[in-house]
């Protein structure tokens, strides 16, 4: 294998892609690993979600009014994306990890592709994400959740979520590649795991004073979790869904830039 | 390859500083394939930086740098297929066995049988019964040995050692000694950097002293020695240092598998 035509040759393009394919495959098979060795981190993720599932559906649940659905129906998108914001906490602090214990500068010593690094990442938080998801949603089944939607609406919803998991695990990945202390390295979820208290995630933005109204109904949470509610609820979907895709893929795009930004200063 | 009569490593007037703290100013060394050279120094003569900047992790202010014909800057990706770095702290995957860990390095040089990689390396570095355990579970000389095997990984031809030593007790030095000697011997070349006079002394076939920013000496150990007027003979009682009454009150040296016990205790770390 020549080593010089990687740059000399602009056709061997396509197998230094394949080869970055497989090198972010090997990388997500390695990280994974770590979740399947601690699989606490999943159960972890999905018991906070759950905690306020029970509490919400059982106990402050019966005093709210949102109309004719039952109020499980109405809280499990919101906590859904609980879920996801517990669980990138868990991106950053492995990313951190592999940074203090210099595996990160052992990987960019080699000849593989920077960005394979923070895509092997972002994967397996991907598919951890959706292992995590996929236990709250069982649960809420439990309680007593149900759905008349069809196959398109739900695969409507898992693109959804696959697309908020994407978002917030680069916005993960910055708070990874910066923080300076493991404690930093998950903190930022903090307001992240709040910030559907402050929506129409667990009760109606009407009956809140106007600022706070304003703010809810104007941050994404609230676009979100109205489409979902909408598409699980097999209605038909409005404006919302536009609007929080142009949220979540805006997030996305500044967030991913921002990272790649900060990987390559790294060497600098 | 057509670089086998050029140096393995070649700098010239390499400058580097950060903010205002010039640390490289206009460093001058050649490493001659398959040598062992130590790049002797105090804490912060900028030895890492160097280092750090022969692996492509960090660019020079001024100045070039090339390893087995490739230069740091433009050809960034040939000097990470030649050169493999082993850092100051051992960079291994504790989660990891040192089998996986190993043969995750393999599948990313793109190696056709990563385990049999792997599994020839445990036995290379007497790690054979360790390899099934977790890194993390490994003592400091161990996980060394580790590290040194993974980037051994795809046989590089220019191996750097960032301080390999710093860190460990007596024995698990001389286990790391014996190692890097048998690189060389199998045609790596090495080089390493070490703020103890007699690693330097012990391994190096030259030894470049970097002081303040420069290389200002570069010679063989005798080379060196010449420098220094001529030694006079003094008589000198000379008792056994504690470093010999050490290494005979703990065993002669292992050089193998581990300290006795280890193995058996493998299956109750978890």
């Known amino acids: ?268 | 390859m057509s670089v086998v009569e050029a140096p393995a490593i070649r700098i010239r007037g390499l400058e580097r500083s950060f903010r205002d703290v010039s640390v490289l100013r206009g460093v001058d060394l050649d490493v001659a394939p398959g040598t062992i050279v130590a790049l002797l120094g105090a804490n912060g003569a900028g030895k890492t930086t160097l280092v750090r900047i022969l692996a492509t992790l960090l660019r020079q202010d001024a100045g070039t740098a090339s390893v087995a014909g490739h230069d740091v800057r433009s050809d960034a990706r040939g000097v990470r297929e030649a050169l493999s770095l082993t850092g100051q702290f051992a960079a291994v995957d504790e989660v990891l066995t040192g089998r996986e860990n190993l043969a995750l390095v393999a599948r990313l040089r793109h190696l056709p049988d990563p385990n049999g990689v792997a599994d020839a390396l445990l036995e290379r570095f007497s790690l054979v019964e360790a390899g099934r355990r977790r890194a993390g579970t490994y003592s400091g000389g161990m996980r060394r040995r580790l590290d040194l095997a993974m980037s051994l990984v795809g046989d590089p031809a220019v191996v750097v050692l960032d301080e390999p030593t710093t860190g460990l007790d007596p024995l698990a030095r001389l286990e790391v000694w014996d190692a890097v000697r048998e690189l060389a011997t199998a045609g790596t070349t090495v080089l390493l950097t070490t703020q103890h006079l007699e690693e330097a002394e012990q391994l190096a076939d030259r030894i470049a002293i970097l002081h303040r920013g420069r290389i200002v000496q570069d010679g063989t150990l005798a080379e060196l020695r010449a420098l220094l007027p001529q030694a006079t003979v003094e008589m000198v009682e000379r008792g056994p240092s504690l470093e010999d009454v050490f290494l005979a009150v703990v065993g002669e040296r292992p050089g193998l598998e581990s300290p006795a016990g280890d193995a058996g205790t493998s299956e109750g770390e978890r």
Do not use: C, K
């Open chain 1, 1 to 268: 294998m020549s080593t010089h035509a990687i740059h000399a040759d602009p056709a061997v393009g396509s197998g230094a892609t394949l080869r970055g394919i497989r090198d972010v495959a090997t990388l997500t098979g390695r990280s994974l690993r770590h979740v399947l060795r601690s699989p606490d981190t999943i159960v972890t993720t999905a018991v906070m979600p759950i905690a306020f599932l029970l509490l919400f559906t059982f106990v402050l649940g019966g005093a709210i009014d949102v109309g004719d659905a039952a109020y499980v129906d109405y809280l499990l998108p919101g906590i859904l994306l609980i879920t996801i914001a517990s669980g990138i906490a868990y991106t950053s602090y492995r990313l951190f990890l592999d940074l203090q214990a210099g595996i990160v500068e052992r990987l960019q010593a080699m000849p593989i592709a920077r960005s394979a690094v923070l895509w092997a990442h972002v994967l397996t938080s991907l598919v951890a994400n959706l292992v995590s998801l996929a236990v709250v949603v069982l649960a809420a089944l439990a309680m007593g959740f149900r759905s008349g939607a069809g196959i398109g609406a739900w695969l409507a919803v898992a693109g959804i979520l696959v697309l908020v998991t994407l978002a917030l695990t680069w916005v993960a990945i910055i708070a990874g590649l910066t923080a300076r202390s493991v404690d930093g390295a998950s903190a930022f979820s903090y307001p992240l795991i709040l910030l559907p208290f402050v929506s129409s995630a667990f009760v109606p933005t009407e009956t809140m004073p106007g600022p706070v109204r304003w703010f809810a109904e104007h941050q994404p949470v609230t676009a979100i979790v109205d489409a979902m509610r909408a598409l699980l609820a097999g209605e038909p979907v409005g404006g919302e869904l536009a609007v929080a895709l142009a949220w979540v893929l805006g997030i996305l795009v500044v967030a991913a830039t921002i990272a790649a930004a900060i990987q390559r200063r790294r060497r600098a």
